[in-house]
């Protein structure tokens, strides 16, 4: 790490992100199969990063809920290692970047069931079939961790939107229905993706995404003690390095230089270790499914201040 958190200030510095990156002309696109993104205006761009010492700086749409989508993914595969421990986990998926798209369903035939990793779409499944071994109900066990973790009532489901994403879910289904086949899925698959897709329509803003996520910046320590071993939580941010990007992790690790994770809702959060979570939302994608404005603004701002693994 090159540079420390107040040098150079993180408030002008995060406004002036803000007046550079929030799009000014419609560009990029909004996933088809979740229509409920598709109303969000095109030139929301909000910023939060939350230091390891407990500050939380913010500039633009910081406070507007948006869908959390593939984000729900890190959080999931946190609360199986927490629950599980690693050795049930990993025997169920791999921890390879994929270089398909996150809903492929090829590689996942070819390879026997076993996804790639727990970021795309398959692995999901399984780590979300992992967590309904303890109760039913993964999706709002999911949410009591992020409101305890983001440190109020703010998150929440959007159900209206889980169900209309639910009724376009053919290819989730197929995923599901080969793991089942491979014997790698205990629950329905009906069930695992109806809860999955409950996960990915947790509604959260910059600000608690970025407070939620801290405890990967700060050894595993979470908002009310321990949520993961120091190990654990540095193992979960190689995976984002190499995985959470999509199909374009290189890409971001070259542009960016921080482990990532994305969800096609338009927000990444990324990972300084030992100083901050970030969150970064604007809704149009790029072709690999990340957004464009925010990961432009990822790239800028690691520049700016020289915060990298690198
Ligand atoms: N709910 C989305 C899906 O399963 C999440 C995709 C994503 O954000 O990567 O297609």
């Known amino acids: 790490m090159t540079t420390t958190l107040d040098a150079p200030p993180l408030d002008p510095l995060l406004d002036d992100i803000v007046r550079t990156h929030r799009p000014q002309r419609e560009s990029g696109t909004v996933p088809t199969h979740i229509p409920s993104l598709a109303a969000v205006p095109f ?5 939060a990063v939350a230091t390891v010492s ?7 749409d910081a406070y507007v809920p ?11 595969l946190a609360m199986a290692l927490q629950r599980e421990g690693p050795v049930s986990v990993w025997s169920r998926v791999l921890r390879e970047p ?35 071994k303890e109760t039913q109900d993964a999706a709002s066990a999911l949410l009591r961790f992020l409101t305890e973790e983001a440190g ?29 086949d491979f014997g790698n899925l205990r629950q329905s698959a009906e069930s695992v993706v109806e809860n999955y897709v409950r996960q990915c329509s947790i509604m959260m803003t910059c600000e608690e995404v970025a407070k939620a996520a801290l ?11 321990t949520v993961l071993s120091r190990s654990e939580a540095k193992r979960i941010g190689s995976i984002m390095l190499t995985c959470g990007m999509y199909d374009a992790a290189g890409e971001f690790a070259y542009r960016v230089g921080l482990p990532g994770k ?49």
């Open 54 to 60: 407990g500050e939380v700086f913010t500039s633009g």
């Open 152 to 180: 109020g009532p703010g998150p929440f489901i959007d159900e209206a939107a889980a169900l209309t994403e639910l009724s376009n879910s053919s290819r989730n289904l197929a995923l599901a229905h080969f793991l089942k």
């Open 43 to 47: 030139n929301r761009f909000g910023i």
């Open 98 to 132: 994929s270089g398909t798209a996150f809903n492929s369903l090829v590689q996942l035939e070819v390879e026997h069931g076993i996804p790639r990793n727990p970021f795309i779409n398959a692995g999901a499944l399984v780590v979300t079939d992992h967590l309904m």
């Open 262 to 310: 994305s969800g096609v809702g338009g927000g990444i959060v990324v990972i300084v270790p030992g100083h901050c979570a970030i969150c970064v939302w604007s809704p149009r994608l790029d072709a690999k499914g990340n957004s464009l404005a925010g990961s432009a603004a990822l790239a800028d701002l690691s520049d700016r201040t020289g915060w990298s693994v690198f």
């Open 215 to 225: 405890f990967l910046a700060r050894g595993g320590i979470g908002a009310s003690g």
């Open 66 to 76: 948006f869908s959390i989508q593939s984000i729900s993914k890190v959080f999931t």
